[in-house]
T-cell receptor, first 113, second 113 residues
Framework: AQSVAQPEDQVNVAEGNPLTVKCTYSVSGNPYLFWYVQYPNRGLQFLLKYITGDNLVKGSYGFEAEFNKSQTSFHLKKPSALVSDSALYFCAVSPYGNNRLAFGKGNQVVVIP | NAGVTQTPKFQVLKTGQSMTLQCAQDMNHNSMYWYRQDPGMGLRLIYYSASEGTTDKGEVPNGYNVSRLNKREFSLRLESAAPSQTSVYFC????????????FGSGTRLTVV
């Protein structure tokens, strides 16, 4: 069965500083990997995905994520955080050919002005 | 394009009452899902439907039933609500998850008193 670990409950970062949200996964075979963002009182919104190809994938709102197969990680990054990036971020994984996503517990990101 | 629509957005129930959460998608997706979100526990899958006419239990199905009424609609029923079912409920749909991920509704905030 697939699983996702997001080790930090909350990430605090000053506005303008780089933002990193960590994710490690466990899955049989090649993974599909996703990041979602949830703003207060809203549903989850798709940010980016890794299916195959380049290990660095770019997504919405200036976010990117790096797939590292040897470390089974898929960390989310943004070079310069904005206050509006304050939200809950979820990493998700599914094995190749399977529609079922497993979600991590989520990371609360707080960007301090 | 509405995407995934959930009703109601808010509900307060008394212990023992029943209710049905409605979900409809207009993207012609085959798969639909019901999740609950609780603080510190991330998203937990209650039930899912891989295609019209099929439903399967997820991680936390006890106390819930579902109906895949047609390809568009997937409802979640609480037969006898308990305080432990106080949560935010999300419906999602997908088709070819590897390409598009999941599309989420905006959620139903349920309080059982």
């Amino acid at each position: 069965a697939q699983s996702v670990a997001q080790p930090e409950d909350q990430v605090n970062v000053a506005e303008g500083n780089p933002l990193t949200v960590k994710c490690t996964y466990s899955v049989s075979g090649n993974p599909y990997l996703f990041w979602y963002v949830q703003y207060p009182n809203r549903g989850l919104q798709f940010l980016l995905k890794y299916i195959t190809g380049d290990n660095l994938v770019k997504g919405s709102y200036g976010f990117e994520a790096e797939f590292n197969k040897s470390q089974t990680s898929f960390h989310l990054k943004k070079p310069s955080a904005l206050v509006s990036d304050s939200a809950l971020y979820f990493c998700a994984v599914s094995p190749y050919g399977n529609n079922r996503l497993a979600f991590g517990k989520g990371n609360q990101v707080v960007v301090i002005p | 394009n509405a995407g995934v629509t959930q009703t109601p957005k808010f509900q307060v129930l008394k212990t023992g009452q029943s209710m049905t959460l409605q979900c409809a998608q207009d993207m012609n997706h085959n798969s639909m899902y019901w999740y609950r979100q609780d603080p510190g526990m991330g998203l937990r899958l209650i039930y899912y439907s891989a295609s019209e006419g099929t439903t399967d239990k997820g991680e936390v199905p006890n106390g819930y039933n579902v109906s895949r009424l047609n390809k568009r609609e997937f409802s979640l029923r609480l037969e006898s609500a308990a305080p432990s079912q106080t949560s935010v409920y999300f419906c999602a749909s997908s088709d070819r998850t590897e390409l598009y991920g999941y599309t989420f509704g905006s959620g139903t905030r349920l309080t059982v008193v």
